[in-house]
């Protein structure tokens, strides 16, 4: 593909800081490998509340539907927080996208660079060798089922009085879990051949349903890989207890959300985490990370995360393993002559060397 249409979401917070530096790193990786970057930009999350009233505005899903992939930055910020269910959120606009581009596939990809292995919480010895893929079911379960919340309803209060009652419904059908159970069998089969599944088959009905189809993909189609079943307080444990011996990791969409952010603490530098989004058709990537409102606009913000989830792009969405192997090579090289962004920082960092956004960008570029 010469002329790749990218659609940019650069959203709230820190996001059009971060993915001015993706879209840098982008341009040059094509310059060196022959590619060329066509760019739409289109509002998502809380600005595209505050300029439209909604989080997703039917001209992003436009501009997404007609690109080569998707590139997102983050969303979200305490001007948009509320509880009011009828007021627009701007992870509305997220879950939507997900939703109506079809990305039932989450990959979260949770490796430590050598560099950082310090900045775990974990010992040394346990973060060793950490290497694993979450495959996390992005478009069904609780975050997309059926729910509602009744005011002053009769019976609902303490003693029978007048109260408030609500519910979430955790729904899956049959062909979502064998599509995303071919997805992480898929990918266990260019890694280390592992499988492990995380449900809570003792108590939930979806779980059991999960567990059953998942055993059956396996058997049928991929049974030279290893699969082991894991119920989700067991695997939030051993995820800690023995982070190296997971490969992929196989969920629905509400534990993957949870287990993610805690895989991502493994190493402990979640700035550092890309995620892709994949369905039938076009792709989205994103940092691991939210919108940082904190340090949002400062340009101390850590863009390597977005980098890294351009390096997902290229080798998903174009098939350029090239490519992506450059800007990884980049970025570790960086790390190893000791450049951090504040974020990333310890004791042992010489002043000279704590970078800001663009700084931070750019040496990936020289090393590119
Ligand atoms: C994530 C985020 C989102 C999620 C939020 C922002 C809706 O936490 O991508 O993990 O829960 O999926
Ligand atoms: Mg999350």
Not at 77 to 89: F, I, L
Not at 254 to 282: K, N, R
Request: overall charge negative; some cysteine.
């Amino acid at each position: 593909m010469a002329n790749c249409k990218i659609c940019l979401l650069p959203g709230d917070g820190i996001g059009p800081e971060i993915i001015a530096e993706g879209c840098k790193v982008l341009d040059a990786v094509g310059a060196k490998r022959g590619m060329t970057f066509a760019y739409t930009e289109a509002l998502i999350g809380g600005c595209a509340i505050d300029a439209c009233g909604t989080a997703l505005p039917q001209e992003t899903l436009d501009a997404a539907n007609v690109s080569d992939a998707v590139l997102l930055a983050a969303v979200g910020g305490p001007k948009w927080d509320t509880t009011d269910p009828d007021a627009p959120r701007p992870e509305q606009g997220l879950l939507g996208i997900r939703k109506a581009l079809g990305l039932y596939t989450n990959l979260r990809p949770v490796q430590i660079f050598s560099a950082l292995a310090d900045a775990s919480t974990l010992k040394p010895e346990i973060v060793d060798g950490v290497d694993m893929m979450i495959v996390r079911e992005l478009t069904g379960g609780l975050y997309f089922g059926k729910r509602e919340r009744f005011y002053n309803e009769e019976g609902a209060g303490t003693n029978g009085a007048a109260g408030q009652r609500a519910y979430d419904t955790l729904e899956y059908r049959e062909y979502e879990i064998e599509r995303i159970a071919r997805q992480a069998f898929e990918a266990a089969r260019k890694r280390r051949n592992k499988v492990t599944s995380v449900d809570k088959a003792n108590v939930l009905e979806t779980s059991r349903m999960w567990r059953e189809i998942v055993h059956r993909v396996h058997d049928e189609e991929y049974p030279e890989a290893e699969l082991e079943d894991l119920l989700v307080d067991n695997a939030a444990m051993q995820l800690i207890n023995r982070p190296a011996d997971f490969d992929v990791v196989m969920t629905e969409n509400m534990f993957g959300d949870i287990l993610s952010d805690e895989a991502a603490q493994i190493t402990g530098s979640l700035g550092m985490l890309a995620s892709a989004s994949l369905g039938d058709g076009v792709a989205l990537y994103e940092p691991s990370h939210g919108s940082a409102p904190d340090i949002a606009g400062r340009g101390v913000a850590n863009p390597l995360a977005q980098i890294l989830s351009v390096e997902m792009m290229l080798r998903y969405s174009f098939n350029r393993g090239d490519a992506a192997d450059d800007i990884r090579r980049a970025v570790t090289a960086v790390l190893d002559e000791g450049w951090r962004t504040g974020d990333i920082k310890d004791a042992d960092t010489p002043a000279d060397h704590v970078v800001g956004t663009a700084k931070m960008g750019d040496l990936v570029v020289e090393r590119l």
